[in-house]
């Protein structure tokens, strides 16, 4: 039997033990954009680690801040408040700062915030030359602060950014730009043909980053695009160095030959054999200099080189160059690049490397783009006698 004390406390407080919860949900919704407050438009973000709205409820001797992410598109929204009065402050970002407001949240409640971005980005357009994707556009800094970088991103996902690609180039840029420089920056479809597949649809964005503290990127709208189909690289604009087919003005340390059945392109490519205590693989003064056609920024020296046994190098050890100069010899008006396989990801057989001027190291004064003259590749060394064969050493732009 239940003691009459024990029923007693039941009875008197089955009322609070059943009672039903009769508080409201949270119900409210707090949505907006992010507006620029010159051009009217929505200042684009990276759906990943990109601008974010911070939203404090009032009430609470610590309250706990609430973070709201904005869309690729600047918009944000969230549906899961309590009505109430809250501060809202947009926290990273990529513009300039903005004040808190507090607004009392009830039902749907729109705030939109008016700003300035870091950088604008105007007249931008993206377009497919032969199997390059090339972005152009020009930029309106809104601060004394450098442009850290611009970049060119793409995905198979709308929200393509900083953040979400699978393929992305990005160029440091370091200093002021002017509102009438136009920049260029690209993507080959080729280089990159382990992710891009023909005639599929791709989403490409054009971002740049301020070099202010904290500063997130700056964007322009996604641009939805079929590829199509590749092309030849041969339709690539290309300068021609030399085309490997004579071996007049060529030098080696080793034995130089002409080769026309193992070749890139043309009729032949240029083999040499050297000795395991030689250097010197290719050495080639030009009589008439060749315009590049190409500027520093852009600009690519290509050649097709092959390797017969990667072991027969001591990589890492000693001195090892790629050089080209506009000076007739090497280290007047120089630009050289280190020989590693690591770096130029050699493997045995063919490799097509390609060397960008704006990663070259500068010996001897700056190099005539209009008048390169002179080419050499050496290694000082070699575990073993090594084979190289060269051809259709080149120079082109890789935006």
Sequence with gaps: MIPAAVLALLSASSCSLFQLDTYEGPDATLCGSIIDAKTGEPVQSDIVSGTTIK????????????????????????????????????????????????????????????VTPYIRIVNSSITREANTIIATFSLETTTLDAVEEIALFASNQASVGSTVNSVSKIKTVGTGVGKDRV?????????????????????????????????????????????GEFVDEGDRPVVYFDRCESLDGWKSQGTLALDTADKTQGDASISTTVPKNALLFYDRLLEEPVDTQVSFEDGVLAFDLYVADLSAF????????????????????????????????????????????????????????????????????LNSDATLKIDNIRFYEDF
């Design 55 to 114: 939203i404090v409820e009032h009430g609470y001797a610590d309250p706990t801040p609430t973070y709201l992410v904005v869309k690729t598109d600047g918009s944000y929204r969230n549906t899961k408040l309590f009505p109430g009065t809250y501060t809202v402050q947009p926290d990273t970002r990529n513009f300039l700062p903005v004040d808190p407001q507090d607004v009392y949240i009830s039902g749907q409640t729109r705030l939109d915030f008016e």
């Design 314 to 381: 001591g990589w890492g050890l000693g001195d090892a160059q790629i050089e080209i100069t506009s000076g007739g010899k090497a280290d007047v008006q120089e630009l050289h690049w280190t020989f590693l396989a690591d770096d130029l990801k050699l493997r045995q057989g063919w490799n097509n490397v390609r060397l960008r001027f704006a990663s070259a190291k500068k010996t001897g004064g700056n190099i005539n783009l209009s008048a390169v003259n002179y080419f050499r590749l050496y290694h000082t060394r």
């Design 183 to 227: 920049f260029k920056i690209g993507i080959n479809l080729l280089d990159n043909s382990s992710f891009f597949k023909k005639n599929k649809d791709y989403y490409f964005r054009v971002g740049a980053k301020s070099s202010f503290s904290g500063a997130k990127y700056n964007y322009a709208p996604t641009l939805k695009m079929n590829i």
